[in-house]
């Protein structure tokens, strides 16, 4: 029983990427690959070899999975949209959803592919159902047949294949139209748009934020994420309007002292970012920057909760 219990064991981080997968919150991950591990060895007795057990906790997770979304039912944010023409027109709340959560680079581990935890990925299959998102997963992600997949949703085939068509058709509608111009990992170019990005916060330089924006650059934030204190989430779209939207803590009475940590975020670079208030640092939000030909083309920002997952504090001093 001991052997059973350090193989099931050595499967923990995998699974917990795949629980966050279906997720879209890290906390949540953590649990369900409890739950999964122990469903596991209640149900040792039943594992009779045929499948590997890879196979075989991957379907217990997903299940499991399944079973959490069920009892605890979630709805997208519903985005009151402004006439078809109107120069206010905003995207739709791919991002800002309130339980979707970044998780740092190295959590997530070199072998895992980039583009299936990446923000927008996660984000997009929130639009699906619980279980088409199962198993657009299985299928396309961890490669299972629509035989294998079937077994473990149990269903048929011909039903997997079905979802998985529709799945893949919504999530066009939800991803960004031209993935293939982000920048590549930690290439030279986009650390140069970082570094600048960084030093136009911490000095007030309007122009240089400007400039480092696209012209149809997407903003987001979290309830309780930059300075955004709804209980909804919120998104905007356009250099203009981010400009507009950034000058009072960047000019005037109101401008507030920035100091900026780098890190990582689900494959994309991310600033941990704080404000001056009291005599200290006290953390402001999490941006995560998706940048495509040298320019910032979307900042997704958390509310400071998940700055425990990077291991920064709530408060620095001014040093």
């Given at each position: 029983m001991t052997d059973f219990a350090t193989d099931t064991e050595t499967h923990r981080h995998e699974l917990r990427v795949h629980c966050y997968r279906l997720l879209g919150s890290f906390d949540e991950a953590e649990d369900l690959v409890q739950e999964t591990l122990l469903r596991a060895w209640r149900g040792r007795g039943t594992y009779d070899g045929r499948a590997s057990l890879r196979a075989w906790l991957y379907r217990i997770a997903t299940n499991a999975c399944l079973d959490h979304?069920?009892?605890?039912?979630?709805?997208?944010?519903?985005?009151?949209?402004?006439?078809?023409?109107?120069?206010?027109?905003?995207?739709?709340?791919?991002?800002?959803?309130?339980?979707?959560?970044?998780?740092?680079?190295?959590?997530?581990?070199?072998?895992?592919?980039?583009?299936?935890?990446?923000?927008?990925?996660?984000?997009?299959?929130?639009?699906?159902?619980?279980r088409r998102r199962a198993a657009v997963v299985l299928r396309d992600v961890l490669g299972w047949s629509a035989r294998e997949t079937a077994a473990a949703l149990e269903t048929t085939p011909a039903s997997i294949n079905t979802a998985v068509l529709q799945a893949r058709a919504a999530l066009k509608e939800h991803l960004p139209e031209?993935?293939?111009?982000?920048?590549?990992?930690?290439?030279?170019?986009?650390?140069?748009?970082?570094?600048?990005?960084?030093?136009?916060?911490?000095?007030?330089?309007?122009?240089?934020?400007?400039?480092?924006?696209?012209?149809?650059?997407?903003?987001?934030?979290?309830?309780?994420?930059?300075?955004?204190?709804?209980?909804?989430?919120?998104?905007?779209?356009?250099?203009?309007?981010?400009?507009?939207?950034?000058?009072?803590?960047?000019?005037?009475?109101?401008?507030?002292?920035?100091?900026?940590?780098?890190?990582?975020?689900?494959?994309?670079?991310?600033?941990?970012?704080?404000?001056?208030?009291?005599?200290?640092?006290r953390a402001f939000g999490l941006n995560v920057l998706?940048?495509?030909?040298?320019?910032?083309?979307?900042?997704?920002?958390?509310?400071?909760?998940?700055?425990?997952?990077f291991d920064f504090p709530q408060t620095l001093p001014l040093d």
């Open positions: 979304l069920a009892a605890h039912p979630r709805e997208l944010p519903v985005l009151d949209l402004p006439s078809a023409g109107s120069s206010d027109l905003a995207p739709r709340p791919d991002v800002a959803v309130p339980w979707l959560q970044p998780v740092p680079d190295d959590v997530l581990g070199e072998v895992v592919a980039r583009e299936t935890v990446e923000l927008a990925f996660l984000a997009a299959i929130q639009h699906l159902s619980p031209r993935r293939t111009d982000w920048s590549a990992e930690g290439s030279a170019e986009e650390r140069t748009v970082v570094a600048r990005y960084m030093a136009a916060l911490v000095e007030h330089d309007e122009a240089a934020f400007a400039s480092l924006l696209r012209e149809d650059v997407r903003c987001s934030h979290a309830p309780g994420a930059g300075g955004h204190v709804g209980a909804e989430p919120t998104w905007y779209v356009g250099r203009e309007t981010v400009l507009e939207g950034w000058a009072p803590a960047l000019r005037g009475p109101d401008a507030v002292a920035f100091h900026v940590l780098a890190t990582r975020a689900n494959g994309l670079p991310a600033l941990a970012t704080y404000v001056r208030l009291d005599g200290e640092f998706r940048i495509a030909r040298g320019h910032v083309a979307e900042v997704t920002t958390f509310a400071p909760v998940v700055f425990e997952l």
